[in-house]
Each structure stands twice: as structure tokens, then as C-alpha cells.
């Protein structure tokens, strides 16, 4: 009976120990669990130069800005692309975690989204053909046809400005950025509405014949979209911000937005009026 009670009291110790083992080898997982590792980030095909596709290659500000993310923060960075106009259902659908192109922080999608720290301010302008000197201000384009991108912010900041100041245009909608750029070289739309950065790149590089008319309509702060009331993305939301923040400080994203375009982006001018 001492044996048999021996015995049975060395099993239980030993189960007793394996259990505590396994608990003891569960919790750093679980905590680790927590920690998000990965970011999925629906972006542009054809945004040029934000983030567009050439060559099978995924190109653009946008994607050397999530390589730096990444680099800071660990997150491995999976991106869908699509045409503007379908990235935010990525979001909406639980397909992406967020949406990388240069996007506006206004009024209605704070609404429905929170937004990362932001990484750029970017004034939307009207751009028309070189050869149309004589149009310096917004109200210069009264009674012309304005094309634009689908989703974009520029299309409805521009209308709302051109009801308060009563600037006759037609508006009309492009489903990529591609789309427009040709119906502006064959003259189906006499202006373009483009973040002003995009409208320099195209012009810089020849891809457009064209200028931009000097007056802004508005300078967009540009920030990453988040689902709301997630307990993941908002972790992920802190994880970014936290490295804009700190590209902001070492001079990160005024590299980016120099080697794209030459100038610097990351900062809010002081005479900037913020659209929203």
C-alpha cells in the first residue's frame, strides 16, 4: 500500500508541475498576442506618384513612408491595391486594416473613421493646360467642365467653394487618376482637381502638359482612417502614430516628400487654411 501510495503521489506531483510548466509557457504567448504584428493597407494602383503599380512593382510616397512605419514599429505591411474608389470597402469590410493614399481628413469621415497622427498637409489645386496663363484664381474657370478622381476630397471641397462664390462649373467623375489625365490631353475637360503634390510630380515629370492655377482651394491634412470602437485597430492606430510622430522629429518624412517632389509636405504652413 506504501508503494501504491508512493507512486500515486510522484504522478500527481509531476502533473501538478507539467500543468504550472504549460501555464508558465502560455502566458507570454498570450500577452504577445496582444501586440498587433501585421498591417494590411489598401492603396492606390494608379495614383501617381502617391502609390501606383508599374511594372508589377508597387511604387510611390506612400509605400517608402510604410516601409519606415514598418522599420519603426515592427508591423509586417501587406498591401491591396485597387482604384481609388474601392479602398475605403477594403476598410469597411474588414479586408484591410487601413487605407494608404494620401487621404483628407474631413468632417464626414471622422464621422465613421478615426484618424492616425497626420503625415502630410497638401493644398488641392485646380490645374489647367500650360498655355492658359490668364487663369490665376478660382473664379478664372467659371463656366468650364472639371474633371476629377472618384472619392477624392478635391471634387467636394471644390463644389462647395464654387456654391459660396458662385463659379458656374460642371463637375465630372473619373474612376482613376489615369482615366482623367486622358480625358484632359483630349480635351473633354478643360480643368483637373488634384492634391497639389500629384498635379507637381505629373507636371515636373511630363506626364501632363499643364499648370496649376495659383490660388488653392484648401490645404487637406492627410492621415491614416481607422475603423472605430476595435479594440485592434486602435492599437494599430497608436503604433502609427507614434511612428509619424517620431519621422516628424528626424526628419524621415521631409526626406520622402524631398525625394518625390522636392519640396516638403510634413508640416502645416503657417497661412494654411485646413479643409475639413
Known amino acids: 500500500m506504501k508503494k501504491i501510495f508512493t507512486v500515486s503521489l510522484l504522478i500527481c506531483m509531476i502533473l501538478s508541475m507539467t500543468a504550472c510548466g504549460s501555464k508558465k509557457n502560455e502566458e507570454p504567448n498570450e500577452v504577445k498576442s496582444d501586440i498587433p504584428t501585421k498591417i494590411i493597407?489598401?492603396?492606390?494602383?494608379?495614383?501617381?506618384?502617391?502609390?501606383?503599380?508599374?511594372?508589377?512593382?508597387?511604387?510611390?510616397?506612400?509605400?517608402?513612408?510604410?516601409?519606415?512605419?514598418?522599420e519603426k514599429t515592427g508591423l509586417k505591411v501587406e498591401f491591396i491595391t485597387g482604384e481609388f474608389n474601392t479602398l475605403f470597402g477594403y476598410?469597411?469590410?474588414?479586408?484591410?486594416?487601413?487605407?494608404?493614399?494620401?487621404?483628407t481628413i474631413n468632417a464626414k469621415r471622422q464621422d465613421k473613421y478615426d484618424f492616425s497622427e497626420p503625415y502630410a498637409y497638401i493644398p488641392?489645386?485646380?490645374?489647367?493646360?500650360?498655355?492658359?496663363?490668364?487663369?490665376?484664381?478660382?473664379k478664372d474657370i467659371s463656366g468650364m467642365t472639371c474633371g476629377f478622381s472618384?472619392?477624392?476630397?478635391?471634387?467636394?471641397?471644390?463644389?462647395?467653394i464654387a456654391e459660396e462664390q458662385e463659379i458656374?462649373?460642371?463637375?465630372?467623375?473619373?474612376?482613376?487618376?489615369?482615366l482623367l489625365n486622358e480625358a484632359f490631353r483630349q480635351g473633354k475637360v478643360e480643368v483637373m482637381l488634384f492634391a497639389?503634390?500629384?498635379?507637381?510630380?505629373?507636371?515636373?515629370?511630363?506626364?501632363?502638359?499643364?499648370?496649376?492655377?495659383?490660388?488653392?482651394?484648401?490645404?487637406?491634412?492627410?492621415?491614416?482612417p481607422f475603423v472605430k470602437g476595435n479594440t485592434h485597430s486602435e492599437k494599430l492606430n497608436e503604433m502609427v502614430t507614434k511612428a509619424i510622430q517620431e519621422m516628424k522629429k528626424d526628419g524621415t518624412l521631409s526626406e520622402i516628400y524631398d525625394k518625390w517632389?522636392?519640396?516638403?509636405?510634413?508640416?502645416?504652413?503657417?497661412?494654411?487654411?485646413?479643409?475639413n
Open 41 to 70: 493597407v489598401a492603396s492606390g494602383a494608379s495614383s501617381v506618384p502617391n502609390t501606383y503599380i508599374e511594372n508589377g512593382e508597387h511604387k510611390g510616397h506612400e509605400v517608402d513612408i510604410w516601409n519606415a512605419i514598418s
Open 91 to 103: 476598410l469597411d469590410s474588414g479586408k484591410a486594416d487601413t487605407v494608404g493614399n494620401t487621404i
Open 124 to 138: 488641392e489645386k485646380l490645374v489647367v493646360h500650360s498655355d492658359r496663363t490668364d487663369l490665376k484664381k478660382l
Open 150 to 160: 472618384a472619392g477624392s476630397n478635391g471634387g467636394n471641397l471644390f463644389e462647395k
Open 168 to 178: 458656374d462649373i460642371n463637375l465630372v467623375t473619373y474612376d482613376s487618376s489615369e
Open 196 to 224: 497639389g503634390a500629384e498635379a507637381a510630380y505629373k507636371i515636373k515629370n511630363g506626364i501632363i502638359d499643364a499648370r496649376m492655377v495659383d490660388e488653392d482651394i484648401a490645404v487637406g491634412a492627410k492621415a491614416y
Open 261 to 275: 517632389y522636392g519640396m516638403d509636405f510634413s508640416e502645416n504652413p503657417e497661412d494654411g487654411e485646413i479643409a
